[in-house]
């Protein structure tokens, strides 16, 4: 016998036995009576029980790092979500990486820009441009990093338990596997090429590693004043930016902090948005006019539905450690749906955050259009906000 469940029971349901969530609403479907994975519907409401108004068939535009494999090495992990992941992240890739402390990211370049959010922990990285011009910095929880194209770094966990970071790249392919690596350059060149480069004899060379480092454990470095290189002086555009201490745009239900090349000069390929939430807020419904935007959930609970057009629109579901993603121009609303906080970063392929707001558009619009257009009393129209709020209250806050 089908089982009914109320349509609006989001949270509170047990995972287990008879009172699982089912895909029955408002008097459709059946239950489930084939086997059941219980805790990863759980995870995906939306999916097992759709609101009634998703239609149509969208790509998975959900990730999870659980799902991704784990790279580990002596003093650290990596794990990521390229394309090969996530089909539909064509414009920009994810990394969550852990360094413990004194662990190095070895030195390195790569094609992609890099951008880099600190979610744990403190890390010292270094970088030097073309023009001899240097780069070192210790960044700590909520600090950012951009790395240009082509520019080498490196990366150090520091402190009593080191650091773990999300990297952000501006190319859905770039695999963190397909790095050019300081180690790497020196095993594929022949020795006495390496050792007339130096002006060395050849027998200096004799301990250098034989194949890639990638991580490798190594002491914390002592103070950063001690550790500083100068050269021709310092970049020009600082590689690190102090994304929590600025001052957010604040709303009733929420803030965002948004950091583009404007606050953050170097960052010219990479452009983000910090948005918290407080328990049934919302980030407004929007879209981006420049680009793809690539989601990662920091924490609490959340659902996007993203609208496609042509009358497509699916929800998805997320949690801590999950990835997003809402292709160019498709408009979507991120609604916190736990008891905690959600704290999520929006990436965008770009130089400049920017999104348009459908409340700030319609108000801007000739109101009599706008009513014309959605059979609205002209009246609630007149009262809509000029004002982009890009995160509103739940509507318990509002009764
Ligand atoms: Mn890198
Ligand atoms: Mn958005």
């Not at 459709?28 to 759980?42: C, F, Y």
């Not at 034989?210 to 004043?225: H, R």
Request: with cysteine; aromatic share 10%.
């Amino acid at each position: 016998m089908t089982q009914q469940t109320p349509d609006d029971a989001r949270t509170n349901s047990p995972t287990t036995g008879s009172d699982a969530l089912q895909p029955i609403r408002s008097g459709e479907g059946a239950n489930i009576i084939g086997p059941r994975n219980l805790t990863r519907e759980a995870e995906d409401r939306d999916l097992v029980r759709p609101p009634k108004t998703d239609k149509g068939s969208l790509p998975n535009m959900r990730w999870s790092f659980a799902d991704s494999h784990t790279r580990i090495e002596p003093g650290g992990w990596a794990r990521e979500t390229t394309v090969r992941e996530l089909p539909i992240a064509t414009a920009m890739a994810g990394v969550n990486m852990r360094l413990d402390a004194g662990a190095v990211r070895e030195l390195h370049w790569h094609k992609a820009a890099e951008w880099s959010y600190v979610l744990k922990g403190q890390a010292r990285i270094t970088a030097v441009d073309g023009d001899g011009r240097t780069f070192q910095d210790d960044v700590g929880e909520g600090d950012l990093w951009y790395f240009p194209p082509g520019i080498p770094h490196s990366l150090q966990g520091i402190g009593d338990d080191g650091v773990e970071f999300l990297l952000v790249f501006d190319d859905g392919n770039f695999s963190e596997d397909n790095t050019f690596l300081l180690s790497d350059l020196c095993a594929r060149l022949p020795r006495e090429v390496l050792a007339k480069n130096f002006g060395w004899p050849e027998a200096n060379l004799a301990d250098i590693p034989k194949e890639e480092l990638y991580i490798f454990q190594s002491t914390v470095p002592g103070a950063l004043d001690a550790d500083r290189t100068t050269g021709a002086g310092p970049v020009p555009q600082w590689f690190s930016h102090r994304m929590m201490t600025q001052e957010p745009q604040c709303f009733q239900g929420g803030s965002v902090r948004i950091t583009d090349s404007q606050n953050f000069p170097a960052s010219t390929n990479i452009a983000a948005a910090l948005v918290e939430l407080e328990p049934g807020a919302m980030r407004e419904i929007h879209w981006h006019p420049n680009g793809d935007e690539w989601q990662y959930y920091i924490e609490g609970q959340a659902r996007m539905t993203v609208f496609a057009s042509g009358s497509i629109s699916r929800t998805f579901d997320f949690q801590a450690g999950d990835v997003g993603y809402v292709p160019f121009a498709m408009a979507h609303y991120v609604e916190n749906t736990g008891t905690t906080p959600v704290r999520f970063l929006e990436v965008f392929a770009s130089d400049r955050f920017t999104d348009v707001s459908l409340t700030q558009w319609m108000a801007l619009t000739p109101h009599e259009l706008v009513a014309a257009n959605l059979n609205l009393d002209r009246n609630l129209v007149d009262a809509m906000p000029t004002q982009k709020y890009s995160v509103v209250p739940s509507s318990e806050a509002l009764s």
